[in-house]
């Protein structure tokens, strides 16, 4: 089975533009989740989707946004890019559930998108 | 607030010298500790799932063990290619996923 991809693996913006980046999960995995990665900070939990709803958010301001598709492909977008964005963003799935509290799932993660912002 | 810490932030060990990782988490309603291993450079990579108090697993030179406010990660006798960091992680309790991260324990394994 192939595993969670992500593309592009790096990418170089300047500040105040914006950027997309796309996930695309594990076949039959219905959740994605977005992490940012830096070396203060960790990482970070952004947002979840399932089922192409919005399900968790973390605490980053609405500049960071996503959507999920149909085919529980998603992407990631980052609008008037700021030098802290710079960072690499990663995408994970798992096989998803439509509720149950005590339900825990193993979230598999891409390789990561590098964004340097310059 | 959930809260995942780790240590020590960094290891030194030679090939063969065992020793523990260790992860403390305050959570509300945890519903599963989870082990990554992650290289520079690229995404991490699922060791572990732990979910009761007690609870034990192994894979090969390694063991994760859970309480009721700790994990451990024991390596046995680690090689060079062990080297990487290790995060801890927790799915607090409530719907979807929520996973909360540690800082992660830099491993280096000398030969």
């Known amino acids: 089975k192939a595993g969670v991809t992500q593309t592009p693996r790096y990418l170089i913006k300047t500040r105040g533009q914006q950027v997309t980046l796309s996930c695309s999960p594990i076949s039959g995995h219905r959740s994605v989740s977005w992490y940012q990665q830096t070396p203060g900070q960790g990482l970070q939990f952004l947002f979840e989707?399932?089922?192409?709803?919005?399900?968790n958010k973390g605490n980053f301001p609405g500049r960071f946004s996503g959507r999920q598709f149909s085919n529980s492909r998603s992407e990631m977008n980052v609008s008037t890019l700021e030098l802290g964005d710079s960072a690499l963003y990663l995408c994970a799935s798992s096989p998803g559930t439509s509720g149950g509290s005590l339900y825990q799932e193993t979230q598999y993660f891409g390789p990561g998108t590098r964004l340097l912002v310059l | 607030e959930d809260q995942v810490t780790q240590s020590p932030e960094a290891l030194r060990l030679q090939e063969g010298e065992s020793s523990s990782l260790n992860c403390s988490y305050t959570v509300s309603g945890l519903r599963g500790l989870f082990w990554y291993r992650q290289d520079p450079g690229k995404g991490p990579e699922f060791l572990f799932t732990?979910?009761?108090a007690g609870e034990e697993k192994e894979k090969e030179r390694l063991k994760a063990t859970l309480t009721k406010k700790e994990s451990f990660l024991h390596i046995t006798a680690p090689k060079p290619e062990d080297s990487a960091t290790y995060l801890c992680?927790?799915?607090?309790?409530?719907?979807?996923?929520?996973?909360?991260f540690g800082p992660g324990t830099r491993l280096s394994v000398l030969p």
């Open positions: 732990l979910y009761s």
């Open positions: 989707y399932f089922s192409e709803t919005q399900r």
């Open positions: 992680a927790v799915q607090a309790g409530g719907y979807g996923q929520n996973f909360v």
